[in-house]
């Protein structure tokens, strides 16, 4: 308003706002303009359910993790999780197990129950817990790595993912046959 005052506006602007042909004019423009005609009825659950899936259907499905290459970078963080919560499982599982049954889940027992076993499974079963406890372990030391600055490079994360693949096989067989 100041700005109208300022340039001696404020008398046209309210003579134009407030005259009788604008407001015909704008009666007019409303008429003119065509309006969109939307018409909008109410649907059981189950048709707009119906009507959405359809519609559903009909969108393209977004990329998946399976259209690209398998990197190491990504295989690697994935076996990382995997380890760690399978390892986690097993680690809460027996402590779970042990605080229910304390006589059934005692490493006398424990022992007892393995020493049956034939040497075979026993290798198995040995390599099956040490290879990702090693993976684990290993990849541990690499994010620590990571974590001090170092190895920060493509060129890095691939040779020291190289690296914690061969350590990780070397480890697991050493692991697994030891008595």
Do not use: C
Not at 52 to 77: A, C, M, V
Not at 152 to 171: P, R
């Amino acid at each position: 308003m100041m700005a109208s005052r300022a340039l001696g506006l404020g008398a046209a602007l309210r003579q134009s706002a407030l005259a009788p042909r604008t407001l015909r004019n704008n009666a007019v423009m409303r008429n003119v303009v065509a309006r969109r005609s939307v018409q909008t009825k109410s649907l059981p659950a189950s048709v707009a359910d119906n009507i959405l899936n359809e519609q559903r259907l009909k969108r393209p499905s977004s990329p998946h993790f399976t259209i690209y290459q398998p990197q190491l970078t990504w295989l690697g963080s994935i076996a990382n999780r995997v380890t760690g919560a399978g390892l986690s499982v097993l680690l809460y599982g027996f402590s779970i197990a042990y605080l229910i049954a304390p006589g059934t889940f005692d490493s006398t027992h424990v022992i007892e129950a393995v020493q049956t076993l034939p040497e075979s499974v026993k290798y198995a079963g040995k390599f099956i817990l040490a290879a990702p406890f090693s993976f684990h372990a290993i990849n541990g030391l690499r994010h620590l790595a990571w974590d001090s600055g170092k190895f920060l490079t493509v060129k890095g994360a691939y040779s020291t993912g190289y690296a914690v693949l061969g350590a990780t096989a070397i480890s697991s067989v050493i692991l697994t046959l030891i008595k």
